[in-house]
């Protein structure tokens, strides 16, 4: 599902900020995959199916490198056909903008990998 969340920047919060609140946030879950769950209104839980190791360890790399351009980290679970994440900003323990905008990047990054 092609986002324009995707293109929105990845902006930093400060410590100052607080976490979304489930009213504040549920105008971004329309704008990323089904994949993605939120849990406990804390963090995002999102789980990526592929037909094989390879492609999962592929996408699982270019949401490392994703994560390292954008400087906003998420857990990553690899195995044998998925690739599960969680995310969350750390700095105020719970969902930022930042978190829904990395979800829908990662969406737009695993459409490369839909079976044809």
Same mark, same amino acid.
């Given at each position: 599902?092609?986002?324009?969340?995707?293109?929105?920047?990845?902006?930093?919060?400060?410590?100052?900020?607080?976490?979304? %609140?489930?009213?504040?946030? %549920?105008?971004?879950?329309?704008?990323?995959?089904?994949?993605?769950?939120?849990?406990?209104?804390?963090?995002? *839980? &999102? *789980?990526?199916?592929? *037909?094989?190791?390879?492609?999962?360890?592929?996408? %699982?790399?270019?949401?490392?490198?994703?994560? *390292?351009?954008?400087?906003?980290? !998420?857990?990553?679970?690899?195995?044998? &056909?998925?690739?599960?994440?969680?995310?969350? %900003?750390?700095?105020?323990? &719970?969902?930022?903008?930042?978190?829904?905008?990395?979800?829908?990047?990662?969406?737009?990054?695993?459409?490369?990998?839909? !079976?044809?």
């Amino acid at each position: 599902m092609p986002s324009s969340l995707a293109d929105e920047p990845c902006e930093a919060c400060t410590s100052d900020d607080e976490p979304l %609140t489930e009213q504040e946030y %549920t105008e971004y879950t329309t704008e990323i995959d089904d994949v993605w769950e939120i849990v406990d209104c804390h963090h995002l *839980e &999102g *789980e990526y199916p592929f *037909e094989d190791f390879r492609d999962a360890l592929e996408f %699982t790399y270019e949401i490392g490198e994703l994560a *390292e351009e954008e400087w906003h980290h !998420p857990d990553i679970h690899l195995q044998w &056909g998925e690739v599960r994440v969680e995310m969350w %900003t750390h700095k105020i323990d &719970g969902l930022h903008k930042t978190d829904f905008v990395m979800a829908a990047r990662m969406d737009r990054i695993h459409e490369d990998y839909a !079976p044809e």
